[in-house]
């Protein structure tokens, strides 16, 4: 597909000729500097020579193939790789015929942040969580926020060495309960993730997963069994829209949220609304009906679009496409749903689906007021779920 003219043509002409949904698919697809996405096969690439076999750990899950290659089984993305391959997330690798973790113990980021930043709203209102990352992810999203650390491995990323142990030494040492993987993808990072939040539970902590759901059935049972609550992005309601913007399966991130939710452990969704590229208010209902049939007190996030990476020339979400997706998605009967992105709109709070009591109020990532007492609603003691409200 080419733009119109090779670029000969002024944004305000090519929008002329194009609705501007066209338009903003066409640019997301193919032109204004975005690249179009990867195949699925990963191209051969060259093993960082500073990591010996003997400093890496061999992956979860993986089988041998036939002349040394070796087939990643962690994600959709089925990586197939030969001797010196890494795989399309950046951050496996193989060697001697084995696949081996770039990013055991390598975090490229640590902070401490509020629980309300990944989002996760009903879990621990106001409380920090030690949040931390390594280079590399399973998708390429054209507007990733956080593409300087995931869309690369991890020799183009400052790194820390940093034990399971020692991460779990850290939140402990600064007073926190939770720990969460995130900014990145845990997919990207799986062992260590796994390993650091076994520890952590096993210690008192506790821990929440921002992952994208795009993971095959084992692994991300095992994910499930050392979690506690979990921050699923769905990034959209197209097969056409994963494929080409995300470089996923919308398939596989569903059947991620159906098994998080028949386990019972925690879990928000969230959609980053995207200009002319998933804001139809058809799909967006879409979502909040699916979301309604597996369980109504599911918390949907609706997130502004900020332009980033590859979608600089798009714009931010109309604050009316926002506030008509909210209003859509609780026709559906979702009993939580909230706007993100939106300093001082009151799409952020928390109200009592019984009674309509301010319950939650937030301002950005700053929570104001919790007036939830041991889970219930205060005015008329209806069950507002979530974890650790008070």
Not at 48 to 67: C, G, I, N, Q, R
Not at 77 to 93: A, D, K, L, Y
Not at 179 to 200: G, I, N, Q, W
Not at 292 to 297: F, G
Request: net charge positive; aromatic share 10%.
């Amino acid at each position: 597909m080419n733009l119109p003219g090779a670029f000969g043509k002024s944004y305000q002409s090519m929008q002329s000729d194009l609705s501007r949904r066209q338009f903003l698919q066409t640019c997301a697809a193919c032109g204004l500097g975005l690249a179009v996405g990867a195949p699925l096969a990963y191209a051969r690439r060259e093993a960082p020579t500073t990591w010996p076999v003997a400093s890496l750990k061999e992956a979860f899950f993986w089988e041998a193939l036939a002349d040394g290659r070796t087939h990643c089984m962690t994600c959709p993305n089925g990586c197939v790789s030969e001797e010196g391959g890494i795989t399309r997330c950046r951050t496996r690798i193989n060697r001697g015929g084995k696949l081996y973790t770039m990013t055991y113990g390598k975090p490229c980021v640590i902070y401490m942040d509020p629980l309300e930043k990944n989002p996760l709203y009903h879990v621990a209102p106001g409380h920090q969580a030690l949040a931390t990352a390594t280079a590399g992810c399973n998708l390429y999203c054209h507007y990733c926020q956080n593409w300087e650390i995931s869309q690369v491995g991890p020799n183009k990323t400052k790194n820390m060495d940093l034990s399971p142990e020692a991460l779990v030494a850290e939140a402990r040492e600064r007073g926190l309960k939770w720990l969460t993987f995130s900014y990145t993808e845990p997919v990207a990072y799986y062992e260590y993730a796994v390993d650091a939040a076994r520890l952590a539970r096993s210690q008192g902590l506790k821990v929440a997963m921002v992952t994208a759901g795009y993971i095959n059935p084992k692994p991300l049972n095992q994910l499930i069994a050392v979690s506690d609550a979990f921050s699923i992005t769905l990034k959209g309601y197209t097969s056409s829209f994963y494929k080409d913007i995300c470089g996923g399966t919308l398939e596989d991130v569903w059947r991620c949220i159906k098994t998080i939710a028949k386990s019972g452990k925690w879990m928000e969704v969230v959609t980053l609304i995207v200009p002319g590229l998933n804001d139809e208010e058809n799909g967006l209902r879409s979502i909040a009906r699916s979301l309604a049939q597996l369980n109504p007190d599911i918390p949907l996030h609706f997130l502004r679009f900020a332009p980033a990476y590859k979608l600089k020339l798009i714009p931010s979400t109309p604050l009316r496409t926002l506030e008509k997706a909210r209003d859509a998605a609780r026709r559906e009967g979702l009993h939580f749903v909230y706007l993100s992105n939106l300093p001082g709109h009151d799409g952020a709070n928390t109200y009592c689906p019984a009674c309509s009591k301010l319950l939650v109020e937030r301002v950005g990532f700053k929570v104001l007021n919790n007036r939830v007492l041991r889970g219930r609603c205060p005015a008329c003691a209806h069950a507002i779920p979530g974890l650790d409200w008070n």
